[in-house]
């Protein structure tokens, strides 16, 4: 964040807690939410974005994002409605275009999912009776 001259790290929280209720609302994947929030960090610590863009960014990285991850992605249609129509279509595919291209279209990354669920996995095969234990949260959906 250093290297941004308009946006900071309250402005990165409020985008980083909108993403999280549009990718609740679009119910998708755990991986889609890490994955959003890596390409996000990614495209600001290489290249400089202005205020009114930070949103654009963030819907973009969210859309590249569904398009990588999720079965079913939601269209850019989609995106342009519950950005309240602050972007165009072009705007947003523009921004999807910079992003690959600044990130040289790398986006098969570590997450910390990925650690979130080994480390459940390894907390449930250690676990002697995994239906008393509150240290290991939903032990079932990643165990099973």
């Not at 309250?10 to 980083?16: E, R, S, V």
């Not at 889609?32 to 610590?45: E, F, G, P, Q």
């Not at 949103?55 to 398009?67: D, H, N, P």
């Not at 999912?113 to 250690?126: E, H, P, T």
């Amino acid at each position: 964040m250093d290297s941004q001259v308009e946006i900071n790290a309250k402005m990165w929280g409020i985008l980083i807690d909108w993403i999280l209720e549009v990718h609740q609302k679009f119910d998708l994947m755990p991986e889609s939410l890490y994955l959003t929030v890596y390409i996000i960090n990614m495209y600001l610590s290489l290249q400089s974005v202005l205020r009114r863009e930070l949103q654009l960014v963030g819907i973009s990285a969210l859309l590249i994002t569904c398009k990588y991850e999720e079965i079913w992605a939601p269209e850019v249609n989609d995106f342009i409605l519950i950005s309240d129509s602050a972007y165009t279509r072009e705007l947003i595919l523009k921004m999807e275009k910079a992003i690959l291209n600044m990130l040289e279209w790398n986006l098969t990354v570590p997450t910390p999912y990925v650690f979130l669920v080994r480390f459940a996995k390894a907390a449930c095969s250690s676990s002697s009776d995994q239906k008393h234990n509150k240290d290991v949260i939903h032990c079932s959906y990643y165990c099973s």
